[in-house]
């Protein structure tokens, strides 16, 4: 009995240790590639363009660190309420899609240093009498599902009726059509947004809370975290990140 014990006790500590080794370093090298998620619907950041690939400022940032770290990047979409449980559950290597580094997120997984900088922004329609969420209760507001956005909405806006969806396009058209009073999302997102589809939508009032941006893994990955946040340096002292964030924004958003 003690013996089956021992060897039970052996084979649980070589599962946690084979789980705790999924996605580092030696794991990305070893299989040639970094695999990072994304929602695929947060232009530019991410998007799935016309040839119904992943495109967009996050996904050439994950190219460029995995060619830096000597093996292919391969960008994955899956949804965004989810997509901490998947990185947990070993799908892919790190999300790199725009996630917000918080003190809550830090409890379970880690991030790298921020590769960009940005926050909340309320928008409404072009027009719009009401320009802050103030001036908005009991009004329908939209956010995506399972971003901070809706955790600060939800705790700081209790007046509001908060309305879910999977990304911005969605939000706007349901603001632009008069369902929703407004939606609250990343600032350049919403701009870009309103740019790139001419919209009759419009910033309302200052940002509601800045925001760091990180690339999240799971935690125990001294060795990957520390390659990731090289190549980042790198790529930010050769002008490389200036290069690819101007080409999405027109200017350097670090």
């Known amino acids: 009995m003690l013996k089956k014990m021992i060897m039970t006790a ?50 050439e940032i994950g190219r460029e660190i995995a060619k830096r770290i000597g093996v292919e990047g391969e ?6 309420d989810g997509i901490i449980a998947g990185l947990l559950a070993n799908r892919y290597d790190t999300i790199i899609g725009s996630m917000a580094i918080t003190d809550e997120r830090l409890k379970t997984i880690d991030f790298s240093n921020p590769y960009y900088r940005s926050g909340a ?25 399972g971003t901070t956005f809706e955790g600060w909405l939800r705790e700081n806006a209790p007046d509001v009726e908060v309305r879910t969806y999977k990304g911005v396009p969605q ?11 407004g939606f609250v999302t990343d600032r350049l997102t919403g701009l870009m947004a309103i740019q790139e589809r001419d919209m009759p939508i419009q910033m309302a009032g200052d940002l509601l809370y800045p925001e760091l941006i990180g690339i999240a ?28 964030s101007e080409k999405w924004f027109g200017t350097d958003i670090r």
Not at 220 to 237: F, T, V, Y
Request: glycine share 10%.
């Open 121 to 145: 922004q309320l928008f409404v329609k072009k027009g719009a009498e009401s320009t802050s969420l103030a001036e908005l209760k009991g009004a329908k507001i939209g956010v995506t599902l």
């Open 171 to 181: 939000m706007m058209m349901e603001t632009q059509s008069g369902r929703l009073s």
């Open 217 to 244: 893994m799971q935690k125990d990955n001294p060795e990957l975290l520390s390659a990731i946040n090289k190549a980042l340096a790198d790529m930010q002292a050769d002008g490389t990140y200036q290069q690819i």
């Open 10 to 59: 052996c084979f649980g500590l070589a599962l946690a240790s084979n789980a705790q080794a999924a996605g580092g370093l030696e794991t990305v090298k070893s299989e040639n590639e970094l695999t990072f998620a994304m929602s695929g619907a947060y232009p530019p950041f991410n998007f799935v363009d016309e040839q119904g690939d992943l495109a967009g400022f996050d996904v």
């Open 75 to 80: 960008p994955i979409a899956t949804a965004w």
